[in-house]
Antibody
Framework: QAHLVQSGAEVKKPGASVRVSCKAS????????IHWVRQAPGQGLEWMGW????????DYVQRFQGRVTITRDTSISTAYMELSSLISDDTAVYYC????????????WGRGTLVTVSS | DIQMTQSPSTLSASVGDRVTITCRAS??????LAWYQHKAGEAPKLLIY???SLEGGVPSRFSGSRSGTEFTLTISSLQPDDFATYYC?????????FGQGTKLEIK
C-alpha cells in the first residue's frame, strides 16, 4: 500500500528556514510527481509547487518563487520542501502529495507537517 | 490565474440529507476538476477527478457533474463520516489552485 510519511512539527523564528521531508513507500518514487500544498490556520489549501522525482525538474507558484526549494533524494525515495525567510504568515500545515501521472490531481497525501513561525 | 469560487462556505445538514456543493471557474477549465474531502488532522482525500470520475474506494453516494464552468459535488444521502470540509481543485491551467472550501456541519 502506498504511503507518504512526513517529518515532524517544527517551530522556527522569523527569518529562519525550514525543511520538511516526505518519504514515499509502496510505489515507484520516480514514477509520479510530488506536489507541496499548505494550509494556514483557518484558511484553504494553497498549492506551492512540484518536483518530478525522475528528473529533478521543479516548478513553483509565483508568490513563493525565490523562497521555496523542492528537492529529492531518489536513493531514499524522499522529497523535501525548504522554505526560507520565514514570516508569521508562513505558519501552516504543509502537505506533500503524489499526483496521478496523467494529470496533476492529487491521489495520495501525507498527513501534513505543522510549521509554526514565532519569535 | 483562474479563480475558483466555491459555495456555500458552510453547509448545515442532517444524516440522510442530499447535499450539493458548487464550484465555479472564472474561465473554461474543460472537465479538469477534482474534489477532495478533508478532515481536521488527517490527510485530504481525493473523491472525484475529471469532474465526474469517482476515485476507487469512494462510496457511490458521492458524485460530480459539470455544466460549462460550474461544477457540483453531490452527496446523495449524508452519512456521519461525511461531515468534513470539501475543496475543489482546477488543474486545467497553471498554476493549479483550489476553491476556498465548504465546511459541511451537522445540523
Amino acid at each position: 500500500q502506498a504511503h507518504l510519511v512526513q517529518s515532524g512539527a517544527e517551530v522556527k523564528k522569523p527569518g529562519a528556514s525550514v525543511r520538511v521531508s516526505c518519504k514515499a513507500s509502496g510505489y515507484t518514487f520516480t514514477d509520479y510527481y510530488i506536489h507541496w500544498v499548505r494550509q494556514a490556520p483557518g484558511q484553504g489549501l494553497e498549492w506551492m509547487g512540484w518536483i518530478n522525482p525522475k528528473t529533478g525538474d521543479t516548478d513553483y507558484v509565483q508568490r513563493f518563487q525565490g523562497r521555496v526549494t523542492i528537492t529529492r533524494d531518489t536513493s531514499i525515495s524522499t522529497a523535501y520542501m525548504e522554505l526560507s525567510s520565514l514570516i508569521s504568515d508562513d505558519t501552516a500545515v504543509y502537505y506533500c502529495a503524489r499526483d496521478a501521472y496523467v494529470a496533476p490531481f492529487l491521489v495520495l497525501w501525507g498527513r501534513g507537517t505543522l510549521v509554526t513561525v514565532s519569535s | 490565474d483562474i479563480q475558483m469560487t466555491q459555495s456555500p462556505s458552510t453547509l448545515s445538514a442532517s444524516v440522510g440529507d442530499r447535499v450539493t456543493i458548487t464550484c465555479r471557474a472564472s474561465q473554461n477549465i474543460n472537465s479538469w476538476l477534482a474534489w477532495y474531502q478533508h478532515k481536521a488532522g488527517e490527510a485530504p482525500k481525493l473523491l472525484i477527478y475529471k469532474a465526474s470520475s469517482l476515485e476507487g474506494g469512494v462510496p457511490s453516494r458521492f458524485s460530480g457533474s459539470r455544466s460549462g464552468t460550474e461544477f457540483t459535488l453531490t452527496i446523495s444521502s449524508l452519512q456521519p463520516d461525511d461531515f468534513a470540509t470539501y475543496y475543489c481543485q482546477q488543474y486545467n491551467n497553471y498554476p493549479s489552485n483550489f476553491g476556498q472550501g465548504t465546511k459541511l456541519e451537522i445540523k
